[in-house]
């Protein structure tokens, strides 16, 4: 099982553990992550001006490359998928955003949104199977409460993220339980942290994580995972109680599967 890979910029510098412990757990699970060639930042931001081509040229330029491989693009960072989802849709559905993207670019051939864009939990669920990766567990996490974090980007809009229900998703949970941990509910766990504002107002950005930690907490919580570098930051940065540790949800999956720490 073989996927273009997109790490993007927070992956190769902040963010090292959720790329590493996602490359060697791909590894042992029989998944190959090719990751694209000369890739350029995706922006982080999806633009929301229907006239803004230029900031959503590198994304095609990602999407084109997994479509010459004939591949599904697979992302870790929540912010990358969000961003290239969204572009990709862009281009399948807009001819004035796929005429102009294609007019700059030219590509050996147009493209127009071909390329499958697809998450690593999504590929855990959809591909390798919860019930696989069960199997595949050697240090199952017995005992350990732990509670999804989802944010924004991976659910919302969900028409065209098509992730898991907006509402209610189950998709990190049912990860969760497939390595052998109990997993936690709370309110507040698909709620934004306030991490698009943290510059300009850290006050509300920790009003925000505050409230997100304490109902993880309340709720029984241990550790809280997330796939987002944004969100885990500013969890970390801009709490200003004692919170429950937050990891990224590849850390659990590397120690469920046997993965050293001197590995990554």
Known sequence: ????????????????????????????????????????????????????????????????????KNQELLTLCSACHHVLKRVNNDMATSEYIRLRANNYLKLDAPYAGETHVIHY??????????DNLKKAVVNPLKGRKIAAYYGCLLLRPSKVMAFDDPENPTIIEDFIKAIGAMPVKYSLRN???GGYIALEDRAAAQKRVDAILESAQSAGAETIVTACPLCMYNLDANATKHAVPVKYFTELLAEALGVKEGDA
């Open 1 to 68: 099982m073989k996927f273009s890979y997109y790490p993007g910029c927070t992956l190769k510098t902040k963010a090292k553990e959720l790329d590493a412990y996602g490359r060697l757990s791909a590894a042992k699970l029989g998944v190959e992550l090719e990751e694209i060639e000369n890739w350029q930042c995706c922006g982080a931001v999806y633009p929301q001006a229907e006239d803004e081509i230029a900031t959503k040229l590198s994304a095609v330029r990602a999407l084109d490359a997994a479509k010459q």
């Open 121 to 130: 939990l999504e590929m855990l669920r959809d591909r390798v199977g919860f």
């Open 191 to 193: 709620e934004c942290c």
